[in-house]
Nanobody
C-alpha cells in the first residue's frame, strides 16, 4: 500500500508565489516518476510537471517558465515552486507517484489534492 500526501496550497495574489510539497509513503520498492496535476472547476485534470527517476524533469508549456519542480524520487519527495502566479492557475493541485510496491508492478497512486487560489 502506498499513500500520497500533498500540501502547501493557499490563497495568493496575482504575481505571488507558492511552494507545494508531496510525500509518498508506505511499502514502496521504487518510484519511476512523480507528477503534479491540476484541475480547475469545470475543466479536466491536466498534467503540470513530472520528476522522473534520475532527475529528469518535464513541464507543460504554459507553466515552464514560472514553475520549477524538484525533489528526489528515491526519497519519495517532490516539490513545486510556483512563481508569477496568475488567476488561471487557480485549481486543485494533485500529486501522483508511479511506484512499485512489493509484488505489484508500477501503478499510479494519488493524493487528495491541495487548493491553490490566485485572486486580487
Amino acid at each position: 500500500q502506498v499513500q500520497v500526501v500533498e500540501s502547501g496550497g493557499d490563497l495568493v495574489q496575482p504575481g505571488g508565489s507558492l511552494r507545494l510539497s508531496c510525500v509518498a509513503s508506505g511499502t514502496i520498492s521504487s518510484i519511476n516518476h512523480m507528477s503534479w496535476y491540476r484541475q480547475a472547476p469545470g475543466k479536466q485534470r491536466e498534467l503540470v510537471a513530472t520528476l522522473s527517476r534520475g532527475g529528469k524533469t518535464n513541464y507543460t508549456d504554459f507553466v515552464k517558465d514560472r514553475f520549477t519542480i524538484s525533489g528526489d524520487t528515491a526519497k519519495h519527495t517532490m516539490n513545486l515552486q510556483m512563481s508569477a502566479l496568475k488567476p488561471d492557475d487557480t485549481a486543485v493541485y494533485y500529486c501522483s507517484a508511479n511506484a512499485r510496491s512489493g509484488p505489484v508492478w508500477y501503478t499510479d497512486y494519488w493524493g487528495q489534492g491541495t487548493q491553490v487560489t490566485v485572486t486580487s
